[in-house]
T-cell receptor, first 116, second 113 residues
């Protein structure tokens, strides 16, 4: 069963504007972690931000923030003040903290293009 | 410090051949993961090592795939009798014991002709 859903195959944003990339997830485990990774054309997966299921505050890392809505099982990534270098694929991922749950499940990704 | 490194960056082989893909994790990271990423998709989990042992190999698609990490650092993913469907980018990641965040290498692009 699909555990991570990213409904936006592609997104465009004007340079210096903010953009929200959507992510919903499905789990029955009360303890889990949510991640966002950036994958530029070079192929490397770059860690951006992490949110634990028990964290009370939304995670922030520089221009990145995670809009965590637990009841809706939503973990959207907000990028503020977009830069041309933000153009890349963005993946949402989840890791459940259960017995022998060692795999991280990824969504299909969203391709973000920042326009000058 | 140095990140996760993977070699080779590209590997082209013929159907039926054997290949080995290498991953060198971040120094001090005891957990090591292998993922496979097909075109247009997110990475899919293959296998997880904690130290030298494969703690979870539930993601390996079949017995043609095998991985080792004999000294608890470098890992090798081995694929026997390669098939065209094995063509993908193979990603390696590592993390510190007790932490969730995985740091990825640049991947090896495997092409089976």
């Amino acid at each position: 069963a699909q555990k991570i859903t990213q409904t936006q195959p592609g997104m465009f944003v004007q340079e210096k504007e903010a953009v929200t990339l959507d992510c919903t997830y499905d789990t029955s485990d009360p303890s889990y972690g949510l991640f966002w990774y950036k994958q530029p054309s070079s192929g490397e997966m770059i860690f951006l931000i992490y949110q634990g299921s028990y964290d009370q505050q939304n995670a922030t890392e520089g221009r990145y923030s995670l809009n965590f809505q637990k009841a809706r099982k939503s973990a959207n990534l907000v990028i503020s003040a977009s830069q041309l270098g933000d153009s890349a694929m963005y993946f949402c991922a989840m890791r459940e903290v259960g017995y022998n749950n060692n795999d991280m499940r990824f969504g299909a990704g969203t391709r973000l293009t920042v326009k000058p | 410090g140095a990140g996760v490194s993977q070699t080779p960056s590209n590997k082209v082989t013929e159907k039926g051949k054997y290949v080995e893909l290498r991953c060198d994790p971040i120094s001090g990271h005891t957990a090591l993961y292998w993922y496979r990423q097909s075109l247009g998709q997110g990475p899919e989990f293959l296998i997880y090592f904690q130290g030298t042992g494969a703690a979870d190999d539930s993601g390996l698609p079949n017995d043609r795939f095998f991985a080792v990490r004999p000294e608890g650092s470098v890992s090798t993913l081995k694929i026997q009798r390669t098939e065209r469907g094995d063509s993908a980018v193979y990603l390696c990641a590592s993390s510190l014991l007790g932490t969730d965040t995985q740091y990825f290498g640049p991947g090896t692009r495997l092409t089976v002709l």
